[in-house]
C-alpha cells in the first residue's frame, strides 16, 4: 500500500502542478515605440516610470540611456532614484538620438491598470533641455494600446500589447 502512494504522489502532484496558474499574469509586457524629434546634439536619456495616483514615482521601468553617471541630469526621476539606487541593468538600453527610434519591452503589473496610475516619460539631452513629463498619461486599459505626443524631445511613443 505504501509503494503506491509513493508512486501516485509524484503523478498527482505533476497533474496538479501543470493545471495550476501560478501568478505569472501579474504583469503584462507591452512593446514601447518611442519616436524621437529630429534634434541636433548628443543621444536622449529617458526614463519610463510609474507613478502612483498621488503623483510619487513607485517604480522605474525602463531607462533609455546605460551609463549612470549622467542620470542625476533627469532631476525628478533621480530625486527618487538617487537615494536608493536599485538595480537597473536589466531595464536599461542605449540612448536615443535626433529622428531615431527605438522599441523596447516594459512590463506594468496589471493591478494598477485603470486605477488612477500614470506612465511618465522624462527626457534629457547634455547641454541642451530636460522635459520632466515629456509624454505622460493615465495608465488605462486603453492607453497602454495608444499613440500619446511627445512635448520636448520626443515626437510620440507608442504602446502595444505583447
Known amino acids: 500500500m505504501k509503494k503506491s502512494l509513493l508512486i501516485l504522489l509524484p503523478i498527482t502532484l505533476l497533474t496538479f502542478l501543470s493545471f495550476t496558474s501560478f ?37 522605474t521601468l525602463y531607462v533609455q540611456g546605460d551609463d549612470d553617471e549622467w542620470y542625476f541630469d533627469i532631476t525628478e526621476w533621480w530625486n527618487f532614484y538617487g537615494k536608493r539606487r536599485p538595480n537597473i541593468d536589466a531595464i536599461t538600453g542605449a540612448t536615443i538620438s535626433g529622428g531615431e527610434r527605438a522599441v523596447s519591452i516594459i512590463k506594468i503589473p496589471n493591478d494598477k ?50
Not at 505569472?24 to 502612483?52: F, H, P, R, W
Not at 522624462?122 to 520632466?132: G, K
Request: glycine share 6%; aromatic share 12%; proline share 2%.
Open 23 to 59: 501568478k505569472s499574469d501579474d504583469v503584462s509586457k507591452y512593446k514601447c515605440m518611442i519616436q524621437m524629434t529630429n534634434y541636433t546634439g548628443e543621444g536622449a536619456y529617458i526614463v519610463i516610470s510609474l507613478l502612483n495616483p498621488d503623483g510619487e514615482y513607485e517604480e
Open 113 to 162: 491598470l485603470d486605477k488612477g496610475y500614470k506612465i511618465r516619460f522624462e527626457t534629457a539631452v547634455e547641454d541642451q533641455e530636460y522635459y520632466a513629463d515629456d509624454v505622460e498619461f493615465e495608465l488605462t486599459s486603453e492607453s497602454v494600446k495608444s499613440k500619446v505626443e511627445g512635448k520636448g524631445f520626443i515626437r510620440y511613443i507608442r504602446m502595444m500589447p505583447q
